[in-house]
Each structure stands twice: as C-alpha cells, then as structure tokens.
C-alpha cells in the first residue's frame, strides 16, 4: 500500500501524522527523529503479527507474543523495511453501518485505522501487532 503524508501542524517534534482518505482511512504518529517525512511524501506502511518471514508456520501473533520486540530473527521482515514500531491493539472500536476502528499504542506513539469490519476482524483488542514504514 502506497501512501502519501499528510502533516497536519501544530505536532511534537517527534511524531508527524499520515493519513490515507481512500481504502483505510488512519492516522498514525511516527518518530520523526528516526525517519524523516515530510509533508506530500509518499511511503509503504505494513502491519504484521510476526517479523518471520515465514509466519505462516505459526499461529497468528505468536512470533510477536513469544519473541518479543527485540526477537533475533534473521532475514526477517524487519531487514526490508526502514522504520518498525512493536505495539499493542489496546481498543476496538465499532462505528456506523460496516466501518470499525482499530487503536494501537506503539509505547506512547498511537495509530487508529479505520476500515470495513471485513478488513479490518482480523485485528483483536489485546493483540501484539508489528507496523513497518519505508519511502
């Protein structure tokens, strides 16, 4: 998913908000300190419950649970990728007609994503999340 920046002032000077308007409407907070976006730059954003790069293997959020944020895993997702935030989906959100929102803290950054209840099930309030950003 390509996604375009969105700065949005007044903002810490670690954190920018982006915000994608078309599929899944979110916002979210990065450490600009880390990765340096401006406004109008374009990025991937991912989410992942494992930094395995074959997580198929296992059962969804175990690699997250088990391992941890600091899990040694070679040649994982995290190699490919610029920026890694390890958080916790902390609220669950159901809104209006099929849109529901996901909350997630990344240890005081936040993220909210919005999406039709069909996308968005297979995050759990509760669950260990990974959130991958490149240019």
Known sequence: MRLTLDVRPPLPPLACYARQADRFPFVVQI???LLDLQKETSFSL??????EADSGAKEAGAGAGAGGWRADIEGGLADDWEYVMYG???KFDEGTADDVTAYV??????MA?????RHVSGITVGEYIYLLVRR
Do not use: I, M, Q
């Open 31 to 33: 450490n600009t300190d």
């Open 46 to 51: 991912a989410l992942a419950s494992s930094l």
């Open 105 to 110: 803290s990344f240890g005081g950054l936040l």
């Open 113 to 117: 994503l919005t999406g039709s209840y």
């Open 88 to 90: 916790k989906v902390y």
